[in-house]
């Protein structure tokens, strides 16, 4: 099932919780059924006409970039300084593209110990926000 995070309603930021979503025929269109226990409590009420209630974030997403990695640092990879490989997945999106919309992506295992090799790099492209030209499609 899909993944979600439950903010935390606390000054305490590490309260946010992740659980899997668990088939529920008996649930509402409101209601979700979770696997695990919930251990601090969410705030979810609006009190005072102030919306207190904590957020819902959907975890998982449909498109995934997963780097391929080996279980130990080798070669001429900074093996020095990590016992794990560090040599992940690279997407580059390179000067002069026509259009990029990258949006409900996950990448996992990606970016390199490299100068230029980060999980998305847009090589060389100016400006790629609305100051450049990008609309929300």
Do not use: W
Request: contains cysteine; charged residues 25%.
């Amino acid at each position: 099932g899909d993944h979600i995070v439950l903010a935390s309603t606390d000054y305490n930021m590490e309260q946010a919780e992740d659980f899997q979503l668990l088939p529920c025929a008996e649930c509402s269109e409101h209601q979700v059924k979770i696997s695990g226990e919930i251990k601090y409590m969410h705030f979810g009420e609006i009190s005072d006409e102030v919306d207190l209630r904590g957020e819902v974030g959907l975890l998982t997403r449909n498109i995934r970039f997963q780097g391929e990695v080996q279980d130990s640092c080798y070669g001429d990879n900074y093996c020095q300084f990590f016992d794990y490989d560090t040599y992940g997945g690279h997407v580059k999106i390179l000067q002069g593209f026509k259009n990029v919309h990258l949006s409900g992506i996950e990448f996992t295992r990606m970016g390199q110990q490299v100068l230029g090799r980060y999980p998305v790099h847009f090589h060389m492209a100016g400006d790629v926000d609305e100051v450049g030209c990008y609309s929300r499609p």
